[in-house]
């Protein structure tokens, strides 16, 4: 069982493009909100289906749901939908979101990157999460 440590997020775009660069190749993120706009479904290996470890957070109301791998073309093309204002963070309409890596967990964030339902997981490095902070893209983030 994975642990976590709790992180405060400043910049949801920021941050995200971080660890996406750090894990692309190897990563699959969910999106769950109104995503109705965003276009995710042409995004490459786009599904509407949980995973073993990419689950959504609220049962009720059913909110939209997809999974996309992340890599250097999805990325772009994540850029695009979700880099507009209003899509990430307070009052956004993705309202969770999570990045996997080898069937784990790794980023999760939901609530709209609320601070008390933001979390790494022990395994993303302390040196990784250090330098999110000195650029600014986190307050923050627990040593548990």
């Not at 405060?8 to 493009?17: H, K, N, P, S, Y």
């Not at 999805?74 to 209003?86: E, F, I, N, P, Y």
């Not at 996997?100 to 964030?109: D, K, L, R, T």
Request: hydrophobic letters at 40%; aromatic letters at 8%; a negative charge.
């Amino acid at each position: 069982m994975e642990t976590y440590r709790l992180i405060q997020v400043r910049d949801c775009q920021g941050t995200l493009w971080a660890f996406y660069r750090e894990y692309a190749g190897k990563a699959s993120a969910s999106f769950e909100g109104d995503l109705s706009t965003l276009r995710l479904e042409q995004i490459p290996g786009y599904s509407t289906h949980e995973t073993d470890s990419l689950k959504r957070q609220t049962l009720e109301p059913e909110l939209d749901f997809c999974v996309v791998p992340i890599n250097t073309e999805t990325m772009a093309l994540l850029k695009v939908s979700l880099s507009k204002h209003g899509i990430l963070g307070r009052a956004g309409v993705v309202i969770h979101t999570q990045l996997e890596v080898a069937g784990m967990p790794i980023f999760i964030a939901c609530d709209n990157f609320h601070d008390d339902c933001t979390v790494a997981a022990m395994s993303v490095s302390t040196a990784f999460l250090s330098q999110l902070k000195s650029k600014g893209l986190l307050r923050g983030y627990s040593d548990a």
